[in-house]
């Protein structure tokens, strides 16, 4: 049974540092991209940026570009995101899901991860 | 970046009736568009994928159709747990973008 299986919630204050992290399970993790997709509360979903976990090939959207990182350990099938310095507008619930390996592949975000959600006040 | 315009915003509709969602994208992205459904407090799942293919395990009520820039979602007799908010996805070039978004609610 193929899963994505993120870390649990995380409250944290502004400035601090955080990486949270998604886990794959039943499929060849290398055979997919992992992306990351935002919410805030009780707004739209945005895509963030995407990692190859077979090379670390990361591609993110402008909007997130220098705000976050994205890594992935393939040896134990787990991508992350991190923030160096958190602030309040990144309050909102994380997810990662999966695209298949292949330029013209349509099997785009066909699994998810539960999501995580990250709450930073002071 | 591809805009994907959403329409409408949001809905009222009854059991049974027939619902259509629009996305627009603000250029031509083949067939690279999947739509995604999310209930309140829950993780988003995929209904179609490639325009118009019904992912296994959704039931035939939902239907997919377009290309280039011109996108439907198509219910057709809408039931009581298709109440939800649902979204479309380009994923023909970097960035993908996501639709606003549509909420379906009971009338």
């Known amino acids: 049974e193929v899963q994505l299986v993120q870390s649990g919630a995380e409250v944290k204050k502004p400035g601090e540092s955080l990486k949270i992290s998604c886990k794959g399970s039943?499929?060849?993790?290398?055979?997919?991209?992992i992306g990351w997709v935002r919410q805030m509360p009780g707004k739209g979903l945005e895509w963030m940026g995407i990692i190859y976990p077979g090379d670390s090939d990361t591609r993110y959207s402008p909007s997130f570009q220098g705000q976050v990182t994205i890594s992935a350990d393939k040896s134990i099938s787990t991508a992350y995101l991190q923030w160096s310095s958190l602030k309040a507008s990144d309050t909102a619930m994380y997810y990662c899901?999966?695209?298949?390996?292949?330029?013209?592949?349509?099997?785009?975000?066909?699994?998810w991860g539960q999501g995580t959600l990250v709450t930073v006040s002071s | 970046d591809i805009q994907m315009t959403q329409s409408p915003s949001a809905m009222s509709a009854s059991v049974g009736d027939r619902v259509t969602i629009t996305c627009r994208a603000s250029?031509?992205?083949?067939?690279?568009l999947a739509w995604f459904q999310q209930k309140p407090g829950k993780v988003p799942k995929r209904l179609i994928y490639?325009?118009?293919s019904l992912q296994s395990g959704v039931p035939s009520r939902f239907s997919g159709s377009g290309s280039g820039t011109e996108f439907t979602l198509t219910i057709s007799s809408l039931q009581p747990e298709d109440f939800a908010t649902y979204y479309c996805?380009?994923?023909?070039?970097?960035?993908?973008?996501f639709g606003g978004g549509t909420k379906v609610e009971i009338k």
């Open positions: 996805l380009q994923h023909n070039s970097y960035p993908p973008t």
């Open positions: 250029q031509g992205i083949s067939n690279y």
């Open positions: 899901a999966r695209k298949e390996v292949g330029a013209t592949t349509v099997n785009y975000f066909d699994y």
């Open positions: 039943g499929y060849s993790f290398t055979s997919y991209w």
């Open positions: 490639a325009a118009s």
